[in-house]
């Protein structure tokens, strides 16, 4: 499940519409809390930072959220603020 890391926010890119949550709200947000427990959930599964070069520090704090969730997390850099194009990975 791809989670992007921006300055100011996060997106989850885990449905048909991603959803972006500010920095701020993150930590408690309904949607971000219940799609880490859906990965905790499935062994199979792992939540993948894509970090924007202006979002390492909205990383730091997502990471953080997510190990004290105990969730299974990566990482990747995107190296430009372009759109991303995920649909290769839609529906597996």
């Given at each position: 499940?791809?989670?992007?890391c921006a300055a100011e926010s996060i997106v989850l890119h885990d449905r048909p519409q991603?959803?972006?949550?500010?920095k701020a709200q993150m930590g408690g947000h309904a949607e971000f809390i219940k799609l880490l427990d859906k990965v905790?959930?499935?062994a199979k599964s792992t939540v993948v930072f894509l970090i924007r070069p202006d979002g390492v520090a909205t990383y730091n704090s997502a990471r953080?959220?997510?190990?004290?969730r105990a969730v299974t997390n990566g990482k990747l850099a995107i190296g430009s603020q372009?759109?991303?194009d995920l649909t290769l990975f839609q529906g597996k």
């Open positions: 499940v791809f989670v992007e991603p959803l972006r949550i500010p905790k959930s499935d953080g959220v997510a190990r004290n372009g759109k991303l």
